[in-house]
């Protein structure tokens, strides 16, 4: 019975594995590089150079300075949306959008003098961040895939787990030396075990964050449909009010900054203006979350007309929703400092590691004997695992690149940055179609550290300001392109290695007068 069990649970964990690998593996690479989102988006925002945070009375001028313009360019639209200047992100930057159908505004003010100002059009960090759960794909279909995709996960965790024989001793094995197979075993099994832990809470936390959306009967059922009134109560937003379809003349706004800022201390992220120049608009001050694993970000609101205080969200959290925000926190790691950033990073890179050599493991056991054709299936796994494998982290790269080398005031620059993202990772993974089974896996290395390389170098020669061009730039730049270069020769060292591996000859007991050769049967089978 037990052997049954475990055999149907190595069957149902490599099964599962398999069939949302390549998706699980995207989620986790770009998951883990969305640890530190905030400096990749500096490092795509050059032109933004980091400053001293703005007092209450300088954040009460800059958003006056905001409403005006929008006032002028965007008198019907129902929302405004004012990300307020911060250290990193020293400019005011406006959103808002007029109707249905219509495409949204969006424009970069300077907080000192309510100036256009240019920045590159990039999405920075964030695509990466909404490619890891949404695949930049209609949020609808996209979090739905990436749901089922981590509940499968679960399953492959919790199979792996039974069918283990030597739980612990897999923690300390690494046969580098063995068969391939053992060895990709290996690593699949060290980056496994020594995560675990992490592995189990970055995919349970990940699925709970979206809980809600997966499973939204209860909050229908608690709240007879009136999802507004969860999220107030969740402190996720403050209670909306309906326009009252009268005009009035807004209370100014600098003074309701200035107000809420001294209530919370916390940096102002952003603010919204609902229905404005309306008798009911609302002014929401959004603030960062205090620093802890619960992620709640404060929210204040003020009438628009009067500059009454109307309500407070997130200050006092109700159990449910504090345990809500401490798993969601747990997930996404604001809370870590650098230390502890870095082991959530290398805890990420274990899961990559270990969701790659699983779909590796799968298509070796399937190697056709020599003098075998591999079958066509067969041939479209090994094409997407090196596609995915080392496709994957070279359309990042591409990415990077795009960013660098696009003219800065190209129309819709931030879509084509994407469009080299997804066309770089369809190249890398159509070209193995076409090319030798291990030559692809070491072309597909080496090209993703060619252009790991290309991602400083470009860096370098494209910034004045660089460090290593002017002393007193700023040191981002160069911990980005020396963690860019690590990257660079982990893939060409794995390019080496993959070209120059030699099965080892089977060990065999032999006698004395017994020197013949292995049968072309007991060969090891090649990559």
């Not at 008198?75 to 405004?80: E, I, V, Y």
């Not at 604001?334 to 959530?344: K, S, T």
């Not at 193995?432 to 290395?445: D, I, T, V």
Request: glycine fraction near 8%.
């Amino acid at each position: 019975m037990t052997g049954r069990f475990r055999r149907s649970m190595a069957w149902l964990h490599t099964w599962s594995g398999l069939v949302v690998g390549w998706v699980l593996l995207a989620i986790f690479v770009t998951g883990t590089a969305s640890y530190y989102r905030a400096d990749i988006s500096r490092w795509m925002r050059p032109e933004l150079a980091w400053t001293e945070p703005l007092t209450g009375a300088e954040l009460g001028a800059a958003a006056e300075r905001a409403t005006a313009y929008l006032a002028v360019h965007a008198p019907k639209a129902r929302s405004w949306f004012i990300g307020m200047p911060q250290s990193d992100k020293p400019v005011l930057d406006l959103f808002w959008r007029t109707r249905p159908g219509e495409p949204p505004g969006h424009v970069y003010l300077d907080p000192a003098t309510g100036r256009e100002t240019q920045v590159r059009d990039t999405e920075g960090g964030d695509f990466l961040y909404r490619f890891h759960f949404e695949l930049h794909m209609a949020p609808l279909w996209g979090r739905w895939i990436v749901g089922l995709c981590a509940m499968i996960m679960l399953v492959a965790l919790i199979s792996g787990i039974v069918t283990h024989r030597r739980f612990f001793g897999d923690l300390f094995t690494f046969r580098r030396d063995k068969a391939l197979r053992r060895s990709v075993l290996d690593a699949h099994n060290v980056g496994g075990v020594l995560a675990l832990p992490f592995h189990v809470m970055i995919t349970y936390t990940g699925v709970v964050t979206l809980a809600t959306f997966y499973m939204p009967w209860g909050v229908t059922a608690a709240y007879r449909g009136d999802a507004p009134a969860f999220f107030a109560d969740a402190a996720w937003i403050t209670t909306p009010r309906r326009p009252a379809n009268r005009p009035a003349a807004a209370t100014p706004i600098g003074a309701v900054v200035e107000r809420a800022v001294t209530r919370v201390a916390q940096p102002l992220e952003r603010l919204t203006v609902v229905n404005p120049g309306d008798a009911n608009a609302t002014v929401v001050a959004v603030f960062e979350e205090p620093h802890g694993i619960a992620r709640s970000r404060p929210h204040l609101a003020f009438d628009g007309v009067t500059g009454a205080a109307l309500e407070a969200r997130g200050l006092d959290l109700k159990p449910a929703a504090r345990t809500f925000t401490v798993l969601t926190g747990l997930h996404e790691a604001h809370f870590a400092r650098p230390a502890l950033r870095l082991l959530f990073f290398l805890c990420g890179v274990m899961g990559s590691v270990t969701i790659a050599t699983g779909i590796i493991l799968w298509s070796l056991a399937r190697l056709p004997r020599p003098g075998e054709r591999p079958f066509l299936g067969l041939r479209l796994v090994q094409a997407l695992n090196v596609g995915t494998v080392t496709g994957l982290p070279a359309a990042m790269a591409v990415y990077f690149l795009a960013n660098r080398l696009l003219p800065v005031d190209l129309a819709g620059r931030a879509e084509w940055e994407i469009r080299a993202f997804f066309g770089g990772w369809i190249v890398a993974t159509l070209f193995p179609l076409a090319r030798p089974h291990r030559r692809a896996w070491s072309e597909g290395f080496a090209a993703a550290a060619l252009l790991c390389c290309a991602v400083a170098a470009v860096d370098i020669l494209t910034l004045p300001q660089h460090p290593l061009r002017r002393l007193g730039g700023d040191p981002l730049f160069l911990w980005f392109d020396a963690a860019i270069l690590a990257l660079a020769v982990l893939f060409a060292v794995a390019a080496h290695k993959v070209a120059r591996y030699e099965a080892p000859a089977p060990r065999r007991r032999t006698t004395v007068g017994e020197q013949s050769a292995f049968p072309a049967a007991a060969r090891p089978r090649s990559l």
